[in-house]
Structures are given as structure tokens and as C-alpha cells.
Nanobody, 120 residues
Framework: QVQLVESGGGLVLPGGSLRLSCTASGSIYSINAMAWYRQAPGKQRELVATITSGSSTNYTDSVKGRFAISRDNAKKTVYLQMNSLKPEDTAVYYC??????????????WGQGTLVTVSS
């Protein structure tokens, strides 16, 4: 069984910063692409950022220049550094990973989510 556990969410003032973490556990052989998604109240879940096993990254336009995704393969952890936060960044942030385990490949493993609230 593979689990993803996020941490680092919270309440932050507009213009502030937060760093989210997501750690994978279980009988993992390797982790391919990892990603962060978010879902704001009343809206569909959207892709925020992705990072490949070789650390190539992509971002949705609304966070380019403000957010940075990174990973530590030894720790099986992906990070999302969020700077210059805006109220419209308020959402539940979910970690996603494409994982190879002893029982096969699981291309869509999800974490439980962590709430980020940007408000004054």
C-alpha cells in the first residue's frame, strides 16, 4: 500500500509564503512524475505544478514566477514553495504521484490534501 501525506498548509497573509511537503511511504520501487493540484471552494480541481523524475517542471500560468516545485528522491518527498500568495490561491492542495511498487504501477496516488488560506 502506498500513501502520500501532505503538510505545511495554513493561514497566511496576502503576499506571504508557505512551503508544502508531501512524503510517500510504502513498498515503493520508484516514483515517476509528481504533482500538486488544488481545489478552491466551488471549483474543479486544477493542476498547479508537475515535476518529472528528472526534475523537469511545469506550472499553470497563474502561479508561474511565484511557486516552485521540487523533489528529494531519497526522501520520497515533493515540495511546493509558494511565494507572493494571493487570496485566489486559497484552496485545498493535493499531492499526486505516479508510483511503481512491488505490486505494480499506481499512476494516480493521491494525498488527503492540506488547506491553504490566504486572507487578511
Amino acid at each position: 500500500q502506498v500513501q502520500l501525506v501532505e503538510s505545511g498548509g495554513g493561514l497566511v497573509l496576502p503576499g506571504g509564503s508557505l512551503r508544502l511537503s508531501c512524503t510517500a511511504s510504502g513498498s515503493i520501487y520508484s516514483i515517476n512524475a509528481m504533482a500538486w493540484y488544488r481545489q478552491a471552494p466551488g471549483k474543479q480541481r486544477e493542476l498547479v505544478a508537475t515535476i518529472t523524475s528528472g526534475s523537469s517542471t511545469n506550472y499553470t500560468d497563474s502561479v508561474k514566477g511565484r511557486f516552485a516545485i521540487s523533489r528529494d528522491n531519497a526522501k520520497k518527498t515533493v515540495y511546493l514553495q509558494m511565494n507572493s500568495l494571493k487570496p485566489e490561491d486559497t484552496a485545498v492542495y493535493y499531492c499526486n504521484a505516479d508510483v511503481l511498487t512491488a505490486w505494480g504501477r499506481y499512476p494516480q496516488v493521491w494525498g488527503q490534501g492540506t488547506l491553504v488560506t490566504v486572507s487578511s
